[in-house]
Nanobody, 115 residues
């Protein structure tokens, strides 16, 4: 499975960005899709996930600001990020978890929130 993310960039505090991630390859093996992020000097952390069955899970720090959605026929997952804060600055990684085995990771897209 290959994952290609896009949509990162520089935005002012309070602004919005939308990340997209498309999967290709053995996509029939994918169960969950989602996003993690890693800020400088910090560990990679969960942002949000979306299961094939439609359940979502969010980190407490992004609830009510971020929305994850998924277009399963197109094997694409989106992350709508609103009310962005400087602490949201990180490299955002798309991930796809198969029914068995280790998750797949995209190459990451930089999100910078700064005035």
């Amino acid at each position: 499975v290959q994952l290609q993310a896009s949509g990162g960039g520089l935005v002012q505090p309070g602004g919005s960005l939308r990340l997209s991630c498309g999967a290709s390859g053995r996509v029939f093996s994918i169960n969950d899709m989602g996003w993690y992020r890693q800020a400088p000097g910090k560990q990679r952390e969960l942002v949000a996930t979306f299961t094939r069955g439609g359940r979502t899970n969010y980190a407490e720090s992004v609830k009510d600001r971020f929305t994850i959605s998924r277009d399963s026929p197109k094997n694409t997952v989106f992350l709508q990020m609103n009310s962005l804060k400087p602490e949201d600055t990180a490299v955002y990684y798309c991930t796809a978890k198969p029914y068995t085995g280790e998750p797949y990771w995209g190459s990451g897209t930089q999100v910078t929130v700064s005035s």
